[in-house]
């Protein structure tokens, strides 16, 4: 696999006989939650994020 790919590395390591399935689940994934993806993050958590993950 070129590097670079966006597939991850456990996708990578799968077997042969895993790719299908694989494949079904990252598309029937990304049809149900992709456009979750495009979303702003409300800046509540955001907020919530920052001040939780300084030391």
């Known amino acids: 696999m070129p590097t670079g790919s966006h597939r991850s ?3 990578r390591r799968a ?3 895993e790719a299908g ?3 079904w ?3 029937s994934l990304r049809a149900s939650y ?3 993806l495009h ?3 409300p ?7 920052r001040r939780n993950s300084q030391p």
Not at 43 to 49: A, F, G, H, S
């Open 21 to 23: 399935f694989d494949s």
């Open 15 to 17: 077997a042969p006989s």
């Open 34 to 36: 992709g456009d979750a």
């Open 25 to 27: 689940l990252t598309r």
């Open 43 to 49: 800046t509540e958590l955001l907020d919530l994020v």
């Open 9 to 11: 590395s456990w996708q």
């Open 39 to 41: 979303e702003a993050v």
